[in-house]
């Protein structure tokens, strides 16, 4: 999957995810024998800096935001929705398979959760909310736990993990312009 290849988000309907702790990332404590990243970030002020925040959230703008080329079987905000990030540049980029496991579409707090399927170079889960505060503050935050996985991921090792850093801050940056704008 990946490199030259096009893969199908519908293909991987019922591929397996490559994790046992589903839905981890909504613990209090994120599961052991990971590497684990949490980040919150106020992006913006006001219900309606809010809804564009989750707008974004529950429909892949903070991916198609940092670059990512997105291909999903539906919403971010709906369970079981499959979608195939690709990084690079066409045909020439890699896939990133991934299912929604976890989503809250109302309320105060939104968000979903994705875990990886076959052929992600990671395993593992990645959790992001937004959040309307008592005090009007939109609070953006992103939960992960992962272990390389991917030969290319482990020959990579320290690079993987500034690059996950990388796409956090892009996240953010992401969902903030969404928020203002």
Known sequence: MGILRRTDPAALA???LTYA???????????????HAVHS???????????RAADAVLDWGQQRGTGLRVRATGPAGRPGTVVVLTAGLPRLGYDIPCRVVWASTDGDERGSAYGTLPGHPESGEERFTVRLTPDDDVVYEIRVFFRLASTAARLAGPLSLVLQRLATRRYVAAIRRAAQA
Do not use: N
């Open 21 to 35: 702790e589903v839905g981890g990332t909504g613990a209090a404590e994120l599961p052991a024998g990971y590497h």
């Open 41 to 51: 970030a106020v992006v913006g002020s006001g219900q309606d800096a809010f809804e």
């Open 14 to 16: 019922d591929a397996p």
